[in-house]
């Protein structure tokens, strides 16, 4: 079974601090991917970031880097220099081999200026 | 390019009421979802398909049923409407592989 677990209901950072939020994941494959999606107020979903189970690097994509570790099973989002515009939630999501997609709880970040 | 289209934008239904939530994407892609969001949480995944004629149950699946007769098309049956199932239905599609999902813009349904 594919299971996404976020323990951070929500996070508080003051504006152009880093954030980090935590990702943990449960699957007995060994072909997955992680994703990070963000969710504004206005409901839409942003995909953010990819990772591979496969890929020996840590992806990044602008300020964003997702922080791998295949060992312990984290797939921890990184956003550097954060900015107002970042508040939103955001969810970790898995993919396995039966091609099922699955969230974690989410967390809420808020960006204070 | 539309992407993925979901219709309704917005539906009332009332208790024991049935309708059908429309999804469709113009991307030719294989794999599409559907979730719901109570508010404040996670998605939950109701229903997916691989392709046209394979579907498969999520983590949510009971009171909606799903069909997936061609690539484009992915509706969600919601019989017998319950209070429990006022929630934002999102239709996502992605190709095959490692890319990501694309998602629609999102039904909120209300049951009364």
């Known amino acids: 079974a594919q299971k996404i677990t976020q323990t951070q209901p929500g996070m508080f950072v003051q504006e152009k601090e880093a954030v980090t939020l935590d990702c943990t994941y449960d699957t007995s494959d060994q072909s997955y991917g992680l994703f990070w999606y963000k969710q504004p107020s206005s409901g839409e979903m942003i995909f953010l970031i990819y990772?591979?189970?496969?890929?020996?690097q840590n992806a990044t994509e602008g300020r964003y880097s997702l922080n791998f570790q295949k060992a312990r099973k984290s797939a921890n989002l990184v956003i550097s220099a954060s900015q107002l515009g970042d508040s939103a939630m955001y969810f970790c999501?898995?993919?396995?081999?039966?091609?099922?997609?699955?969230f974690g709880q989410g967390t809420r970040l808020t960006i204070n200026p | 390019n539309a992407g993925v289209t979901q219709t309704p934008k917005f539906r009332i239904l009332k208790i024991g009421q049935s309708m059908t939530l429309q999804c469709a994407q113009d991307m030719n892609h294989n794999y599409m979802y559907w979730y719901r969001q109570d508010p404040g949480m996670g998605l939950k995944l109701i229903y997916y398909s691989v392709g046209a004629g394979i579907t498969d149950k999520g983590e949510v699946p009971n009171g909606y049923n799903v069909s997936r007769s061609t690539t484009e098309d992915f509706p969600l049956r919601l019989e017998l409407a319950a209070p429990s199932q006022t929630s934002v239905y999102f239709c996502a599609s992605s190709y095959i592989g490692t890319t990501e999902a694309f998602f629609g813009q999102g039904t909120r349904l209300t049951v009364v």
């Open positions: 999501a898995m993919r396995a081999r039966t091609q099922k997609l699955v």
């Open positions: 990772q591979g189970s496969y890929d020996e």
